[in-house]
């Protein structure tokens, strides 16, 4: 019954190649987030979905196209990998209509070795 | 832009005693949210506990404490009786309401030793 999941758990690839995360949650949230956490464990947010609409891109490269297609899932596919985007990456959600509690539930995690 | 702050980078106790950590933001709004998140070394972000700005009563789950001062815009954790599934990455952040991300402080790293 997990409530946030991502695929896959580990992605090691080589420069220049072109990947995909998915995430998938089944809480019902109308939101759905992902996250970048850097080798010093800093987590910054990259994009905001709330029912399947960008609301936050926040000056993430191009390379890096989210996508949702339908309120539980928000896929990443990140083009053109570089070493600078090695990194665990996570999604995260939670419900927002009506004045929800805003609390954010998150994935297990994505780690990315771009060698 | 609101901004967290986590002065601690590493902390180191024993089994069972008690331990605080800090965290301070800078937000001139008045309707927020924060939260304190646990990474263990498995990596998930676990949920420790939330607060409501507008809420004066410290949040409370278990051993797991807040100290809530508004006016100073600090939101220490509190651990007591600390056991060792405790060791972890702790993580203080912000949400605006309304403003659909979170602002994270830059993580403590706690150690719970036997």
């Known amino acids: 019954d997990t409530a946030v999941s991502q695929t896959p758990k580990y992605l090691v690839t080589q420069m220049g190649n072109d990947k995909s995360i998915k995430c998938e949650q089944n809480?019902?949230?109308?939101?759905m987030y992902w996250y970048k956490q850097d080798s010093k464990k800093f987590l910054k947010i990259m994009f905001s979905?709330?029912?399947?609409?960008?609301?936050i891109n926040e000056t993430v490269p191009n390379r890096f196209s989210p996508k949702s297609p339908d309120k539980a899932h928000l896929n990443l596919h990140i083009n053109s990998l570089e070493l600078g985007d090695s990194a665990v990456y996570f999604c995260?959600?939670?419900?927002?209509?009506?004045?929800?509690?805003?609390?954010?539930?998150f994935g297990p995690g994505t780690r990315l070795l771009v060698l | 832009a609101q901004t967290v702050t986590q002065s601690q980078p590493e902390m180191s106790v024993q089994e069972a005693e008690t331990v605080t950590l800090s965290c301070t933001y800078d937000?001139?709004?008045?309707?927020?949210?924060l939260f304190w998140y646990k990474q263990p070394p498995s990596r998930q972000m676990i949920l420790v506990i939330r607060?409501?700005?507008?809420?004066?009563q410290n949040a409370t789950e278990n051993r797991f404490s807040v100290n809530f001062q508004k006016a100073a815009k600090s939101f220490s954790l509190k651990i007591s009786d600390s056991q060792l599934g405790d060791t972890a990455m702790y993580f203080c952040?912000?949400?605006?309401?309304?403003?659909?991300?979170?602002?994270f402080g830059q993580g403590t790293r706690l150690t719970i030793n036997p």
């Open positions: 995260a959600s939670t419900y927002r209509k009506g004045g929800g509690e805003e609390t954010q539930y």
């Open positions: 809480l019902g949230h109308d939101t």
């Open positions: 979905y709330n029912n399947k609409e960008l609301i």
């Open positions: 937000t001139s709004e008045n309707n927020y949210y």
């Open positions: 607060q409501e700005a507008y809420k004066q």
């Open positions: 952040a912000f949400n605006r309401k309304g403003a659909q991300k979170l602002v």
